[in-house]
């Protein structure tokens, strides 16, 4: 009897701990699972509940495949179905969580008729308001990241076009929603920086050969790249090795938008002591060619490391030599340039930044 109990306890821990520690799609994270015919007039979903799984409000669309807008036909890049959101119109879903632990979410959107788009992506009490208006990938559709800090057991996962476009159809088109728990990276005796390999981060679905971007303004507490903000502008991209030449491990970060594209880490320094920053600068074999510059920082201190993209993949070392003046030194990177990829001429791609290291170089000891 005793026995069974601890089995039954033991089974529920495990299956709870498998079910919260599951990485990828939500159920019906796709939108493969259809409303019922009488749920739908046309692609409008007329009930709150029709898309099993999930809880809709305002003008959401279930769109299928191959469906035209206009002359534009829309593209769903896994399966065969996507949701759009209209003006004010959001998609919810609630998943169970373990409290104080960090998870990213990503999903793909695509733009369809509104110039400059965004999304709040939310998990209360906190919120991330998510820019759409640069494509990054030639088909339309990208994936973005967000991060967050689950505060109760059960995370209401909430994504809102908070929009007011002229026509209510107009808004992104979702597809594909995952989640990832996050292990926040240790510091090691072999590099003072977190996360330096960019090995850990966001779920990248393993169908899509976008990458995932990680959106600018990120604090370091909730990024889906832990361990690193994103000050800028403009996200800087998550790249897979499945899809990507990558320096260095299974991830890496391209830098997609010159100078307002930037990832930075504050490092614990020492003042008056040396320090070497190491990292590798290359192209992720994605038709991204031309003179690049990859442009690095520590403090006051800078470098800039020129490499020469074939868009076939390779990479370079570098090394930023300097003092630390202060007990937090500040390392970043961003890119000189815009590139644009020669094989479609409207997507921004640029340099890969891989396996940064931050070392305190040792005096030799004086014979
Ligand atoms: C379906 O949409 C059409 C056109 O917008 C409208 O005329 C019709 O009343 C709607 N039907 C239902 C059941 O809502
Ligand atoms: C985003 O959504 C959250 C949660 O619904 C809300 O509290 C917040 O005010 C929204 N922010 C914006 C800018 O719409
Ligand atoms: C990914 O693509 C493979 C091969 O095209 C397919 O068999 C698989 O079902 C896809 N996975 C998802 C999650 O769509």
């Given at each position: 009897m005793r026995a069974l109990i601890v089995l039954v306890v033991l089974m529920c821990a495990t299956c709870r701990v498998a079910f919260c520690f599951v990485d990828g799609l939500l159920p019906n994270g796709n939108f493969e699972l259809a409303p019922k015919p009488s749920d739908l007039n046309g692609t409008v979903v007329?009930?709150?509940?029709?898309?099993?799984e999930w809880e809709t409000s305002g003008f959401v669309e279930y769109i299928k495949a191959g469906q035209k807008q206009g002359d534009m036909l829309l593209v769903v890049p896994e399966g065969a179905a996507a949701v759009r959101l209209g003006n004010e119109a959001s998609i919810k879903q609630r998943m169970p969580v373990t409290k104080g632990m960090y998870y990213s979410l990503t999903f793909s959107a695509a733009r369809t008729c509104a110039q400059e788009e965004t999304l709040n992506v939310s998990v209360a009490p906190d919120f991330g308001v998510l820019p759409m208006q640069t494509l990054y990938s030639s088909n339309g559709w990208d994936s973005y990241s967000w991060a967050f800090q689950a505060e109760v057991p059960v995370a209401e996962i909430v994504i809102h076009n908070p929009g007011v476009s002229e026509d209510p159809a107009c808004g992104p088109l979702i597809d594909s929603v995952a989640i990832r728990a996050l292990y926040p990276p240790r510091l090691t005796k072999l590099n003072i920086l977190k996360n330096g390999g960019f090995e850990e981060g966001p779920y990248i679905f393993p169908n899509t050969s976008w990458g995932v971007l990680i959106p600018p303004n990120i604090e370091d507490d909730h990024s889906p790249l832990p361990g690193w903000m994103v000050e800028s502008l403009k996200a800087v991209k998550y790249l897979d090795s499945d899809h990507f030449s990558v320096p260095q491990g299974k991830r890496a970060i391209e830098l997609v938008a010159g100078k307002e594209s930037a990832i930075a880490q504050v490092a614990r320094t020492i003042p008056g002591k040396t320090y070497d920053l190491f990292f590798a600068v290359g192209d992720a074999s994605n038709s991204c060619e031309g003179s690049m510059i990859v442009e690095a920082f520590a403090g006051r201190d800078t470098i800039k490391v020129p490499y020469e993209s074939k868009g076939k993949g390779g990479y370079k070392r570098a090394v930023l030599r300097f003092m630390a003046t202060t007990t937090r030194t500040r390392v970043m990177f961003y890119s000189t340039f815009y590139t644009m990829r020669s094989d479609d001429f409207s997507s921004l791609c640029g340099p890969v930044v891989d396996d940064v290291k931050l070392l305190s170089l040792r005096i030799p000891r004086r014979m």
């Amino acid at each position: 009897m005793r026995a069974l109990i601890v089995l039954v306890v033991l089974m529920c821990a495990t299956c709870r701990v498998a079910f919260c520690f599951v990485d990828g799609l939500l159920p019906n994270g796709n939108f493969e699972l259809a409303p019922k015919p009488s749920d739908l007039n046309g692609t409008v979903v007329l009930k709150h509940t029709a898309i099993p799984e999930w809880e809709t409000s305002g003008f959401v669309e279930y769109i299928k495949a191959g469906q035209k807008q206009g002359d534009m036909l829309l593209v769903v890049p896994e399966g065969a179905a996507a949701v759009r959101l209209g003006n004010e119109a959001s998609i919810k879903q609630r998943m169970p969580v373990t409290k104080g632990m960090y998870y990213s979410l990503t999903f793909s959107a695509a733009r369809t008729c509104a110039q400059e788009e965004t999304l709040n992506v939310s998990v209360a009490p906190d919120f991330g308001v998510l820019p759409m208006q640069t494509l990054y990938s030639s088909n339309g559709w990208d994936s973005y990241s967000w991060a967050f800090q689950a505060e109760v057991p059960v995370a209401e996962i909430v994504i809102h076009n908070p929009g007011v476009s002229e026509d209510p159809a107009c808004g992104p088109l979702i597809d594909s929603v995952a989640i990832r728990a996050l292990y926040p990276p240790r510091l090691t005796k072999l590099n003072i920086l977190k996360n330096g390999g960019f090995e850990e981060g966001p779920y990248i679905f393993p169908n899509t050969s976008w990458g995932v971007l990680i959106p600018p303004n990120i604090e370091d507490d909730h990024s889906p790249l832990p361990g690193w903000m994103v000050e800028s502008l403009k996200a800087v991209k998550y790249l897979d090795s499945d899809h990507f030449s990558v320096p260095q491990g299974k991830r890496a970060i391209e830098l997609v938008a010159g100078k307002e594209s930037a990832i930075a880490q504050v490092a614990r320094t020492i003042p008056g002591k040396t320090y070497d920053l190491f990292f590798a600068v290359g192209d992720a074999s994605n038709s991204c060619e031309g003179s690049m510059i990859v442009e690095a920082f520590a403090g006051r201190d800078t470098i800039k490391v020129p490499y020469e993209s074939k868009g076939k993949g390779g990479y370079k070392r570098a090394v930023l030599r300097f003092m630390a003046t202060t007990t937090r030194t500040r390392v970043m990177f961003y890119s000189t340039f815009y590139t644009m990829r020669s094989d479609d001429f409207s997507s921004l791609c640029g340099p890969v930044v891989d396996d940064v290291k931050l070392l305190s170089l040792r005096i030799p000891r004086r014979m």
